[in-house]
């Protein structure tokens, strides 16, 4: 889960007395939001970091329902950012709160909301210690399942408490659940509709009056608590729905998407994969442009979209690749190339959910939507540059060879020799590295093979797969 780390030292303040000296004033965590939400888009700041795609669609509608206080729904397919999204909102909550020391519920020194803790604030007065808490303390998280209880959510009887003697109507017998422990704070349940209706049911009240019922007892809290959730739409008919009385009580249902501009997919790929090697960027636009493809083929269950994990865990399948390659050759530097990605489609059909008809073609679909998006990628990156000489000196009989275990140093050492460009400054692959801003070894390996692979997609060389190798020439 993504930390908010402190980026301040807490309020000195260690008492109640300290607290009420001070300009502290008890607001509800709604407000606190709306101020903190407002207060960012005066100065023009972002509120949002790390989600990109999402600025003029999903991003307004989520800050009018957080201006309006409204609880909030996400629905969406999956690897949308809908987790992300909900994990951002912890920034807009105050860095350093106020807490009564020892306070289950984390309640406010100026504002308690048990009878415990009220009790607390009368014996000991304006020397009653409190505590900071860290805003990434007030956010909780909780991945709905179909085993999930009242008691999770809500609460329960303790039976400790009791055998300690205190009666069953006492309060103070119950052991507080995930809501009412949030109190001051932000709740986001992942994926509602795989809560059981009961236990949707059981929500119904924290969400409207804002009070719990345990068992028949209705404890009267004052609970503060913004409730957010995500869903998948399809969900309402696979494993369960939300509830009609509990969908009426969010204020905001929102819909998400996935980003609808390439660059913004490629962005979330780079921030959000771990790499171990370097992949050039045109290497994360293939696979970037290839989830897109996915997205629109008629071979794919649309239903259960293709997420944007399919492209991250891609990036980080041909970086290992390329870690695996420059250490059982000894290579000093490890970089992603072309012959790389073949290893992605190895690993990644699973991701992916097809429709009926298509049982036994997934390969193909899969290596037919790979080799469009990395004929884009070439068109694009590649346009202009004038590849005649290549292809000669590979009519006259060169050839390249490449593969999962094959160099950078030895692909370029086995490159057949060209004739230097019109200007006598180098020749054909000095104006790909070029154009592709490779000045490494690794890297300049990398540009010549993804223009050796476009020249194959143009049908302009062929190309020979065998088992780990790969040598493009004239057929």
Do not use: C
């Not at 607001?27 to 700041?45: H, Y």
């Not at 399809?234 to 905001?252: H, M, Q, S, V």
């Not at 009926?356 to 939507?369: F, I, P, Q, T, Y």
């Amino acid at each position: 889960m993504t930390v908010t780390r402190p980026t301040s030292a807490p309020p000195t303040a260690a008492t109640l007395g300290e607290l009420r000296a001070t300009d502290y004033q008890p607001r509800s965590v709604k407000a606190e939001i709306r101020a903190n939400l407002l207060a960012l888009l005066a100065a023009g700041e972002n509120p949002w970091p790390g989600l990109h795609g999402l600025d003029d669609t999903v991003l307004p509608q989520l800050e009018r329902a957080l201006i309006a206080g409204h609880d909030i729904v996400l629905l969406g397919e999956r690897g949308q950012g809908k987790t992300r999204l909900l994990r951002t909102l912890v920034g807009l909550l105050d860095e350093w709160t106020p807490v009564i020391t020892g306070s289950e519920l984390g309640e406010d020194p100026l504002a308690p909301v048990t009878a415990a803790s009220a009790r607390l604030v009368e014996t000991h007065g304006d020397a009653l210690p409190i505590t900071w808490v860290h805003r990434s303390e007030r956010y909780a998280e909780k991945l709905a399942t179909p085993d999930t209880s009242v008691a999770d959510l809500i609460g329960d009887v303790d039976p400790m408490k009791v055998a300690e003697g205190r009666l069953l109507g006492d309060p103070e017998t119950i052991h507080y659940g995930l809501i009412p422990r949030s109190h001051r704070g932000i709740v986001a349940i992942n994926e509602l509709p795989d809560l059981a209706e009961r236990i949707q049911v059981a929500m119904l009240n924290v969400m409207e009056e804002r009070d719990v019922q345990i068992r028949g007892y209705v404890v009267r809290l004052d609970l503060d608590v913004l409730v957010v959730a995500s869903a998948n739409p399809e969900d309402y008919t696979n494993r369960g729905r939300i509830i009609t009385p509990l969908k009426d009580r969010f204020g905001a249902e929102i819909r998400t998407h996935y980003p609808t501009e390439l660059d913004d997919e490629i962005a979330v790929v780079r921030q959000e994969a771990e790499l171990v090697a370097e992949v050039p960027d045109y290497l994360l636009e293939v696979l970037a442009r290839f989830t897109r493809a996915l997205r629109e083929s008629s071979s794919v269950d649309q239903r259960s979209g293709v997420s944007a994990r399919f492209a991250i865990a891609g990036a980080e399948t041909i970086a290992a690749a390329a870690l695996h390659r420059a250490t059982r050759q000894g290579e000093d530097e490890a970089v992603a190339r072309v012959v790389d990605l073949e290893t992605a489609v190895d690993v990644l059909g699973g991701k992916v959910e097809f429709e009926s008809g298509e049982e036994g073609r997934e390969r193909a679909v899969l290596e037919h939507l790979l080799r469009a998006s990395t004929a884009e990628t070439v068109r694009r990156h590649l346009r202009g540059l004038d590849l005649a000489s290549l292809v000669a000196a590979l009519e006259e009989g060169g050839s390249v060879t490449t593969g999962e275990q094959v160099s950078a140093a030895e692909l370029l050492d086995g490159l057949p020799a060209l004739p230097p460009d019109q200007g006598g400054e180098g020749d054909l692959y000095d104006a790909i590295a070029a154009r592709l801003g490779a000045t490494t070894t690794g890297t300049r390996a990398a540009a010549v093979e993804l223009a050796l692979e476009g020249l194959f997609l143009a049908r302009k060389v062929g190309k020979d797969s065998a088992t780990g190798v790969t040598t493009y020439g004239i057929d």
